[in-house]
């Protein structure tokens, strides 16, 4: 999992993205204890507001809740989806745009950069 600090930030973000998604005060929603229920109450999150939230997630942190947790329990609580998140942030990572890869069979040794130009 990552660090405390890191983990904490991930928190704060997806605190914010619940708020705009469930249309709620983000002063309100980071004072809500870790344990909210997202559908519960607090926080009301409604179908339509849990696929919009889980959107912006994939799209913030390449993490896509929906086909990683197929029950969605990671879902329970903003505690659950922060700790699913900050979990699957190691293994989701961008790939490195740097990197280069070697033409098989290439006689002259010319490599070709993830973006398919030789040089």
């Given at each position: ?43 009301g999150l ?39 998140v900050a ?33």
């Amino acid at each position: 999992m990552t660090d405390t600090r890191e983990r904490a930030t991930v928190e704060r973000e997806i605190r914010s993205m619940i708020a705009e998604a469930a249309r709620l005060d983000e002063a309100a929603v980071a004072g809500l204890p870790a344990a909210t229920d997202l559908f519960g109450p607090e926080i009301g999150l409604t179908s339509l507001a849990g696929v919009t939230l889980l959107g912006t997630i994939d799209k913030r942190y390449g993490v896509d809740v929906a086909a990683l947790d197929l029950s969605l329990d990671s879902l329970e609580s903003i505690a659950t989806l922060t700790d699913f998140v900050a979990t699957h942030l190691q293994s989701h990572q961008p790939p490195d745009r740097t990197s280069v890869l070697f033409k098989k069979g290439d006689p002259a040794g010319r490599t070709v950069t993830d973006r398919g130009r030789r040089r």
